[in-house]
């Protein structure tokens, strides 16, 4: 018995044409299901919660990466593996995974004829996170965008980060890393389990899900023009060869700063925050 849970509005309404498509194929080839849903995020994480049990194949997750978020924090560290299938905006958890964006078929016929591997997840103030937790300038357009309920998409956080940059300025941050104690004042810290956010932004281009470290990068303060210019370059990962960019690894981090955070593009709340890895939390499915 597989557990569907599917997002509806999810890729601005993408997740119900997928998941129709995912059901159907259950359907055709026999394959059972119970379809959990529920009418919210919150009744979709008591009903996964409460379908649990050890006769379960997996959770087959039709979302981004808000879904994913939701379903880590009830199958992290068990042994019902996640089916993610791709219908978000963002979807960065689906692309570390190397796993079609456009294809829900063909994910699925992957997971019906292969085993699960472990990854690494990420723990920051007792929630689990599989990709990036930040802090800084993209946190504050984090911010700015939630408030905005007349505009949807990607549109909301290139508007969010146009009208924060003018107004934003360098925070003084404390850190603990592994034991060791360090200050700087820096406009982003990203805290990556996994490489991407923000849709194929490779903010910790090398960071690797199964090697039980975060990647951590922190950019130092720079003008407004050259933060513009640099941008761009954060989709192919080459922003780690400015010189006001610096790459940590570690496997615990702690930070303190008058600022908030994110993790998956969900907030977590005020700093301090506490993050450390937890290898092989989840089982999943990778091409």
Request: glycine share 10%; aromatic share 8%.
């Amino acid at each position: 018995m597989w557990l569907l849970l599917i997002n509806p509005t999810s890729g601005g309404g993408r997740g119900a044409k997928v998941g129709a498509e995912v059901a159907r194929y259950l359907v055709s080839n026999s394959i059972q299901y119970s379809d959990i849903s529920g009418s919210s995020f919150e009744s979709a994480r008591t009903n996964l919660r409460e379908s649990l049990s050890a006769t379960i194949n997996g959770v087959i997750a039709v979302g981004g990466d808000g879904m994913v978020h939701l379903v880590i924090q009830e199958l992290a560290e068990k042994k019902v593996p996640l089916l993610l299938i791709p219908a978000g905006t963002g979807n960065d958890f689906a692309r570390v995974l190397h796993l079609p964006l456009d294809n829900p078929t063909m994910v699925l016929e992957k997971a019906l004829s292969s085993a699960p591997t472990h990854v690494d997840l990420g723990r920051v103030n007792g929630t689990f996170f599989a990709e990036v937790l930040s802090t800084g300038f993209d946190s504050i357009v984090n911010e700015r965008a939630n408030r905005m309920v007349r505009i949807t998409g990607k549109s909301k956080y290139y508007i969010s980060m146009l009208l924060e940059l003018p107004l934003f300025k360098p925070k003084s941050y404390k850190f603990r890393m592994d034991g060791s104690d360090f200050e700087c004042k820096a406009m982003l810290i990203a805290v990556g389990n996994g490489s991407s956010y923000g849709g194929g932004m490779k903010v910790c281009p090398t960071a690797n899900m199964s090697d039980g470290e975060f990647e951590v990068m922190i950019l130092h303060e720079v003008s407004t023009l050259e933060f513009l210019r640099v941008f761009p370059s954060v989709f192919s990962g080459a922003h780690v060869k400015h010189p006001a960019v610096k790459i940590l690894r570690g496997k615990e981090i702690v930070i303190s700063a008058d600022a908030v955070a994110y993790a998956d593009g969900e907030r977590i709340g005020s700093l301090p925050i506490r993050a450390h890895v937890v290898p092989s939390a989840l089982l999943t499915w990778a091409y």
